[in-house]
């Protein structure tokens, strides 16, 4: 019975992702570089937001794999009707997911046959496949999803059911959230929005403009390495925001891995450390005091930033695979 309880949350998850597609080709090996190099496109030592979203290497290469996806006669533009027919068939992808997720909650939980979820059905789902939500809140929940007010739910209710129950649950923050997934743009929205030019057509730059979401959070960030907000990132801004978070991440490892509270790591603590955040001990050898610059036999957060940029991996295993112990002979 309980098959379908992740399937049918990973599955429609999956649906909603504008970017569902995913090239069956591994990641392409990132050349060593600088993220700041990489985006500076025409090489001027400065970022603007466009370029700025070219800096995460992984990100460009699955914008390309699309790209090429909608781009169907490879003239290095994606017009509204290439652009249609993919949205048109991700959106039918979609519907059949749904529509196959329903028939396998029907067959678990539809006891009298009717194509739906009575209340007490509903009931026994809530009790067997999604315990986040507690006995006193099935009638409220019930309702809450019940629009046509028949004390049935069909599909479409069930699944506004899987997509809002958390936020219908949990606090306000989360509704906020949620409200603005619910109201995200449609497909000829995007395109609109993302064609800069309005020629009805978009190239990669454009493109790249595409998902709301993910430029939103670019230009957040981007915000934050644009210490004068001149609309630029220069070199020193990007290396100075870089180093800030670098610090304060170290900081937090510090302060996670500090057991004796002097807010330095001794050597045991920097083993927990590398055994937490890379799975790794070392061999024999140990080159703690190469890192140990102060000399007092603990590293403060710098040095640990340090440490961990410089890693002597030569000089680590991995822990994981380390030798089994035989099991006792009985």
Same mark, same amino acid.
């Given at each position: 019975m309980l098959r379908l309880a992740s399937a049918v949350f990973v599955s429609l998850a999956?649906?909603?992702?504008?970017?569902?597609?995913?090239?069956r080709l591994p990641l392409p090996e990132v050349v060593p570089m600088d993220d700041f190099l990489r985006a500076d496109a025409n090489k001027d030592k400065k970022l603007n937001l466009d370029e700025f979203?070219?800096?995460d290497p992984s990100y460009v290469w699955v914008m390309e794999d699309n =790209?090429?996806?909608y781009d169907a006669d490879r003239d290095g533009f994606v017009t509204k009707a290439e652009y249609d027919v993919i949205v048109n068939a991700e959106k039918e992808a979609e519907e059949q997911m749904e529509q196959e997720n329903w028939q396998v909650i029907l067959e678990d939980f539809d006891k009298n046959g009717d194509g739906f979820l009575q209340f007490d059905e509903m009931t026994q789902y809530l009790t067997t496949a999604d315990t986040t939500v507690g006995k006193e809140k099935y009638q409220e929940v019930f309702s809450r999803f019940d629009t046509h007010k028949d004390m049935k739910l069909d599909m479409k209710e069930f699944d506004d059911y899987l997509v809002n129950i958390a936020p219908f649950l949990f606090d306000q923050t989360r509704k906020a959230e949620q409200a603005a997934v619910n109201n995200? $743009? %449609?497909? *000829?929205?995007e395109f609109k929005t993302a064609d800069a030019n309005k *020629?009805?057509?978009l190239n990669f730059e454009e493109f790249l403009h595409k998902? $709301?979401?993910?430029?939103k959070l670019v230009t957040e960030e981007f915000k934050k390495f644009d210490a004068n907000a001149d609309g630029i990132v220069t070199r020193a801004e990007y290396d100075e925001k870089v180093k800030a978070d670098s610090q304060d991440q170290f900081r937090k490892f510090v302060a996670e891995f500090d057991t004796n509270g002097d807010k330095e790591l001794q050597e045991e603590e920097v083993l927990? =450390?590398?055994?937490?955040r890379h799975g790794v001990k070392p061999k024999n050898s140990f080159a703690f005091n190469k890192f *140990? %610059?102060?000399?007092n036999g603990a590293l403060d957060t710098s040095e640990l930033g340090q440490f961990d940029a410089n890693l002597p991996w030569e000089e680590m295993e991995d822990i994981e695979a380390e030798t089994e112990r035989p099991l006792p002979t009985i």
């Open positions: 999956i649906c909603r992702l504008h970017a569902a597609s995913i090239s979203l070219r800096k =790209f090429a996806r995200e $743009p %449609t497909s *000829d929205q *020629d009805n057509k998902d $709301p979401y993910h430029l927990n =450390f590398l055994s937490q *140990d %610059t102060k000399s």
